[in-house]
């Protein structure tokens, strides 16, 4: 029997505007993730859309909505269960909204994203950015 409580989905919002994707730095880098997608737990009685868009406001302030699920793994280097969720921005302007959480939060063009994340993303992420960034 495994008495562990399992840990809650993360959820991650996958948003690219204008042919460039937002990614955030956190404070603190999990593993060797230093940069990524705005991302969260998904709180209890929440799906991963819904935990996607509000993690995205609390991060960095911008009001977004989902309009794709992109899929689920768990990943390679964190063993939490993600949730990759397209979204597109509905208002706001993208700032640093949780500094406690974040250092910094950028809009990437397509080289920029290579530059700060050096490794592959889960391959239905990458298929979408590489449509989306085109």
Not at 26 to 53: D, M, Y
Not at 78 to 89: K, L, P, Q
Request: aromatic content about 6%; charged content about 25%; proline content about 6%.
């Amino acid at each position: 029997m495994n008495d562990q409580p399992e840990q809650p989905a993360i959820a991650a919002a996958v948003i690219v505007e204008d042919g460039r994707l937002l990614l955030i730095r956190r404070r603190v880098s999990e593993g060797s993730l230093s940069w990524s997608f705005p991302s969260g737990a998904v709180e209890a009685g929440e799906s991963g859309e819904q935990a996607a868009v509000r993690e995205t406001l609390e991060e960095t302030g911008l009001v977004v909505s989902p309009i794709k699920h992109l899929g689920e793994r768990i990943h390679p280097n964190t063993g939490r269960r993600m949730i990759y969720v397209a979204c597109e921005v509905f208002s706001g302007d993208a700032h640093v909204a949780d500094a406690e959480e974040l250092a910094e939060v950028e809009w990437c063009d397509r080289a920029t994203v290579a530059d700060h994340v050096p490794y592959p993303f889960f391959q239905p992420v990458q298929a979408y950015l590489d449509e989306a960034l085109s």
